[in-house]
Structures are given as C-alpha cells and as structure tokens.
C-alpha cells in the first residue's frame, strides 16, 4: 500500500509539473519512484507516464507549433533514443543521476541569482539539432529527453508559448520512440504494466491541474517557473544519488 501511494504521489506530482511547465515527468517522479522502484522498471514508467502527460497538455499549445523550428530537434533527438537504449544496462544509476543533477543545480542557481537572464541564440539549426541528440540519449537512458532542450529553448530568449511549442512536441516524439525501442527490447514487463495502472489517475489528474495553472502565468513568471522547477528536480536528484 505504501508503493503504491509514492507511486500514485509521484505520478499526481509529475503530471501536475508536465501540464505547467511542459516536461518535468522524469525530474520529478524519479526524485519519489527510485526510493521504491528498480531503475530498470522506473525508466520505462517514466517514458509510459510522459507519453500520456504529453499527450494530454499538448492541447494547450497546439496553436503555437513551427514545424520550422522543431525538425532539427527531433531530426537529432530520434538518432540519440537507440543510444540511450543501448546503455540502460550498462551506467551506473547513481553516478548517471548525480550528474544531470549537478548540471541542473549549477546552471538554475547561475540564472536565478542573474538580474538579466542571457539569450543565446547562436549556431542555428546545428545546435539545434545537436541538443536534440543529446535530450534523445538521455530520454532513452532515462527519460530525461526534456532537460537540455528546455534548457536551450530558455536560452533564446523564447515567449513560453514558442519554448513549449518545440520542447513538449520533440519530449512526446522521442519519449514515444523510446517505449517503441523499450518494447523490442522486452522492457515492458507485466510488472511495468501494473504499476501503469497505479499511475494513470495521478498523471491525469495532475496534467489537468497543471493546464489550468499555465493558462495564469506571463512569460516572464513561467521561465522563472522552469527554472526552479529544473533547480528542486536536480536536487531532488543529487541528493538521492548522495543518500
């Protein structure tokens, strides 16, 4: 019973944060499901739950997406899924935590404390699609397709409309792709499946709550949002790593 409350709990939260801030699935519940869930069966929940988070905050952006801006994300994010497959089994859990944790921690603290937050748009579609590589390794590995695309997007300088309406298409994207190559693999247990189950009202819940909640914040309020947002997850993930 008390799994299944951190589970049903990390869902709730982590659907809540997607239908705000547009990502945030894997930050979040892993920070709760890792304490009580092996690695190799939490990767795949995240993925699943980000599936459905995606696709039910997605209608909130919907008028808002540039295929323009988006293909060189999801050019380089579908090359990077296989790799991050590839090495599920073969990273240490905590080390590979401990990492995007101390990136997240250092790069959020670092724009918090600065009075004029920097825009940095340089390298066009290359760059691009090179962080899309990137969130695509690390979307396959763990989930965690989100984090340097969102990362990017903030840096143009974009309205919260324009950042989601790149990052939260490319996460559903890649995040699909991944549950398809986790799926070949035999990573979808039936204990996957039950846990599944546990989730979905929660991720429902919390997308909806989440949607309501964007709809009420400026632009300047919701890059503050994400980044806090990303500053408690890579806590979150830091200190489990430490504990």
């Given at each position: 019973m008390s799994l299944a409350f951190l589970i049903l709990g990390g869902a709730l939260l982590a659907g809540f944060v997607n239908g705000l801030a547009g990502f945030g699935t894997g930050l979040v519940a892993l920070g709760l499901w890792l304490h009580a869930v092996d690695p190799l069966l939490a990767a795949p929940l995240v993925v699943i739950c980000s599936v459905i988070a995606q696709s039910l905050s997605l209608v909130a952006i919907r008028p808002t997406l540039n295929l323009s801006r988006l293909w060189p994300f999801?050019?380089?994010?579908?090359?990077?899924?296989?790799i991050g497959v590839m090495a599920l089994d073969r990273i240490e859990a905590g080390t590979f935590r401990a990492a995007v944790g101390a990136f997240l921690v250092c790069y959020c603290t670092v724009m918090l404390v600065s009075r004029r937050l920097p825009v940095i748009d340089v390298g066009g579609r290359t760059a691009d699609g090179a962080m899309g590589l990137a969130g695509g390794v690390l979307g396959g590995a763990a989930g965690l397709s989100g984090a340097l695309p969102t990362v990017w997007c903030g840096l143009k300088g974009w309205g919260k409309a324009e950042q989601r309406a790149v990052y939260q298409p490319f996460n559903l994207t890649i995040l699909t792709w991944a549950l398809v190559a986790y799926a070949s693999q035999g990573v979808l247990t039936a204990e996957v499946g039950r846990l599944t189950l546990i989730c979905l009202p929660?991720?429902?819940?919390?997308?909806w709550l989440g949607v309501k909640a964007y709809g009420r914040v400026d632009d300047r309020q919701f890059r503050r949002i994400v980044l806090w947002l990303l500053l408690a997850s890579g806590g979150v993930l830091t200190a489990t790593n430490l504990l």
């Open positions: 999801l050019l380089g994010g579908v090359a990077g899924v296989p929660g991720t429902v819940l919390g997308v």
